[in-house]
């Protein structure tokens, strides 16, 4: 009997937001009474409805009423953590030695850093209800699981493309790409991120037959491999340098930058354009051509838990499709919980399509699972990009 294949990554992925297409988004509200007809969630005993519990959580993903909501229903106070890079998160967590953290959220394809870093601790299957949590999600787990446990579960799913102030310039899906940032009118007036301007580069360069990669997965192979790419993609960018008005390095200073900083044009997260967007700002998102970059950030249990039934209450909590829609509808990234989409606002649903136009879904470039190696050596091209 042969094996069935596991599935990919941009499998899981596009399975997930083909969930969210324009047909699964305009559901109507009566779906949403049947989606939820087994009833709301439920503390489960007294003795983790009091305490504590503590988060070290990315900045912008628990936007009000999670947490209050979370207070509400169970008595347990959270105290919060944020941080705005997985660097970040990984240089707090060693540390304390994931000390003074119940839970902390690491993006799925960094698993082979998180791993060696060897402060999760396994979850326990029977203190988790992950009935409501789709399908595709669940098999996204699969990669972390090692020494026969669990280590990680997902909390919400977004990208990485351009966004733009609509007042001040003009763009369509059929033209729009990474390649887009660099025309001449953008001069002075583009953000991003160093190692992410560095991999759109990469991926409109192999688009266009400049710089065959496999959509840049080919720089994942080994070390050498990826200097052989990087050694082309790093001279373009330092070249182009004067078209950046800032780098971004949170959800905030994407904001800022869109609103206050000069910024026109940017490579950055879907939540912050998408909550501007949502808020009537003149701000717009869209994948290009060469696809989104997307990712699923989760929760995993620290092994310096002291709080450990309350973090299994925050788990059961965030994986309701209630929860799970707040999460989204605050943040302008994406939930992960079945009936979710249809208590998502219409602002949020509309975003959501104009976002992902066409067969943009199809184009999604999911990140890949990072080497041990690869994140310093990424590292180290785009502090030459920084200080060029």
Known sequence: MTAKKPAS???LTLSAARRFSRRTMLKTATAAGAALAVGPWLVKDAFSSSGELNLLNWSDELPDPV?????KKTGIKVNTTPFSQNEEQINKLQATGGEGFDLYQPTRDRQPQFKDLGLTAALDPKKLDNSHVLPSFIEATKIWEWDGGLHWLPHCWGSEAISWRTDLTKLEYKTLSYGTLWNDEYKGKVQGRPHSLLLGIGLWMDATGKLPSNRMADAFKDPD???KIY?????FAIEHKPWIKQFWDSADNTKSGLLENGVVIGQTWDGPALSLKKDGKPVSYMAPQEGAIAWIDGWSLSSGAKNVDQAYEWLNYVHTPEASAKVADGSGYNPIAKGSDVLLSDAAKKNFQEAYPEDALDKLWNRIPEPS?????RGEYAEKYKAS
């Open 9 to 11: 990554s941009a499998e």
């Open 67 to 71: 947490v209050p909501d979370f207070t």
């Open 225 to 227: 491999t990826f200097k």
């Open 231 to 235: 050694d082309v993609i790093l001279p």
């Open 373 to 377: 190696w690869f994140g310093d050596l």
